[in-house]
């Protein structure tokens, strides 16, 4: 799946990757190790405003080819463009719940609520908003970016879903994963024992002319260096070409698409 928005040039990738809510330690659910979503993407200013310009492709781990994997994203041209990431949290199905239904759920409102009056434009917002509004049982981690016409991306995440802001062949901007141990990020849950947007790493950064940006669950960056993503994306101009390839870098990568493979 691909989308152009604007005159700039945004890629963007997923694979599939899953989550579960936690307050604590002691509530936590860790998530199942699999292949998770990425988005990448590269950014040019058209006249004195920017915007981005998206290619899209989607990868769902082979066992949840039939529901389309568990994880969620939306891409909106509202303003300069706005991208978002939900990671379904895949500890669910053991209580017979469809770790998908709140991810996409998440995604479907906050696409709606991109213009709303009361989010301001404002990701951490945004988020609050879509995830009162989210009625499905389940839980997710999260990543918005909102970009504004004059070049700010404004960035707000819950859990380990990540985002890096590539110049010159270099990562010039980097979200920091929140865990409260390993394989158990922050997430946004339907249980009172999830996070909210209060929650939430809320980052700006000022883009330039020729910025790549990558957004992705945590299945991009556990598998695949930082290094191997710029150069990946330094061979490609073509942002949905780029996407696919990054995307096939990640599925090659680690345990689990090695077995993919076998």
């Given at each position: 799946?691909?989308?152009?928005?604007?005159?700039?040039?945004?890629?963007?990738?997923?694979?599939?990757?899953?989550?579960q809510p936690c307050l604590s330690n002691k509530h936590c659910v860790?998530?199942?190790?699999?292949?998770?979503?990425?988005?990448?993407?590269?950014?040019?200013?058209?006249?004195?405003?920017?915007?981005?310009?998206?290619?899209?492709?989607?990868?769902?781990?082979?066992?949840?080819?039939?529901?389309?994997?568990?994880?969620?994203?939306?891409?909106?041209?509202?303003?300069?463009?706005?991208?978002?990431?939900?990671?379904?949290?895949?500890?669910?199905?053991?209580?017979?719940?469809?770790?998908?239904?709140?991810?996409?759920?998440?995604?479907?409102?906050?696409?709606?609520?991109?213009?709303?009056?009361?989010?301001?434009?404002?990701?951490?917002?945004?988020?609050?908003?879509?995830?009162?509004?989210?009625?499905?049982?389940?839980?997710?981690?999260?990543?918005?970016?909102?970009?504004?016409?004059?070049?700010?991306?404004?960035?707000?995440?819950?859990?380990?879903?990540?985002?890096?802001?590539?110049?010159?062949?270099?990562?010039?901007?980097?979200?920091?994963?929140?865990?409260?141990?390993?394989?158990?990020?922050?997430?946004?849950?339907?249980?009172?024992?999830?996070?909210?947007?209060?929650?939430?790493?809320?980052?700006?950064?000022?883009?330039?002319?020729?910025?790549?940006?990558?957004?992705?669950?945590?299945?991009?960056?556990?598998?695949?260096?930082?290094?191997?993503?710029?150069?990946?994306?330094?061979?490609?101009?073509?942002?949905?070409?780029?996407?696919?390839?990054?995307?096939?870098?990640?599925?090659?990568?680690?345990?689990?698409?090695?077995?993919?493979?076998?």
């Amino acid at each position: 799946m691909a989308n152009s928005i604007y005159r700039a040039s945004m890629l963007q990738s997923y694979s599939q990757l899953l989550f579960q809510p936690c307050l604590s330690n002691k509530h936590c659910v860790p998530k199942k190790t699999n292949l998770l979503c990425f988005a990448s993407s590269q950014l040019n200013p058209a006249r004195s405003e920017v915007s981005f310009c998206t290619g899209t492709h989607l990868i769902p781990h082979p066992n949840k080819v039939e529901r389309g994997g568990e994880d969620a994203f939306f891409v909106s041209n509202f303003k300069g463009g706005v991208i978002a990431v939900a990671d379904g949290v895949s500890g669910w199905a053991e209580q017979n719940v469809d770790p998908s239904l709140f991810s996409k759920e998440l995604m479907a409102n906050a696409s709606s609520l991109v213009g709303d009056l009361e989010v301001n434009y404002d990701p951490q917002i945004l988020i609050r908003k879509a995830h009162a509004a989210t009625g499905s049982k389940g839980s997710a981690t999260a990543i918005v970016a909102m970009l504004e016409r004059n070049g700010t991306m404004k960035v707000a995440s819950v859990g380990d879903c990540g985002l890096r802001v590539i110049r010159k062949g270099q990562i010039i901007f980097s979200t920091t994963p929140q865990e409260h141990y390993f394989d158990c990020p922050y997430q946004l849950s339907s249980e009172l024992v999830g996070q909210t947007y209060l929650d939430a790493v809320v980052s700006s950064v000022e883009l330039v002319e020729g910025d790549t940006i990558v957004m992705g669950s945590d299945g991009l960056f556990d598998n695949v260096f930082d290094g191997e993503i710029v150069s990946t994306l330094a061979a490609y101009s073509d942002v949905v070409e780029a996407g696919f390839r990054c995307s096939f870098l990640e599925e090659i990568s680690g345990d689990e698409a090695n077995r993919w493979k076998a």
